[in-house]
């Protein structure tokens, strides 16, 4: 067996507030891998968990976050667009470097 290329998976997350009442954790995965000696990493924004609103937890699933969001466009507050932000924020060129190091570190 000859291994070509080696890869890196890892999921990590962030708990964040958006607006001045929604608490949720977002979750993010990276695939972290070498090309022509450059390492490279692929972000995706992969789910969301943990949301709170005003404090008060709202049901795990998605059909009970889905009739939340619904809910919350019905008041003009567009869940998507507002941790689709926050998500956008949360990926800083320190968090890109983190990664790389992690890569460095884990697959030699």
């Known amino acids: 067996m000859k291994i070509k290329n080696k890869t890196l998976n890892v999921t990590f997350e962030h708990d964040v507030t958006?607006?001045?009442?929604?608490?949720?954790?977002?979750?993010?995965?990276?695939?972290?891998?070498?090309h022509k000696d450059e390492i490279n990493v692929d972000l995706d924004f992969a789910d969301i968990t943990n949301i709170k609103f005003m404090g008060v937890?709202?049901?795990?699933?998605?059909?009970?976050?889905?009739k939340f969001?619904?809910?919350?466009?019905d008041l003009g507050?567009?869940?998507?667009?507002?941790?689709?932000?926050?998500?956008?924020?949360?990926?800083?060129?320190?968090?890109?470097?983190?990664?790389?190091?992690?890569y460095r570190n884990t697959v030699k």
């Open 18 to 34: 958006v607006g001045n009442a929604i608490e949720a954790t977002l979750e993010h995965q990276a695939w972290i891998g070498m």
């Open 57 to 66: 937890p709202i049901e795990e699933g998605y059909d009970a976050y889905k």
């Open 69 to 73: 969001k619904s809910t919350m466009l």
């Open 77 to 102: 507050i567009d869940l998507n667009k507002l941790f689709a932000e926050k998500a956008t924020e949360l990926i800083t060129d320190e968090n890109i470097e983190t990664l790389k190091q992690l």
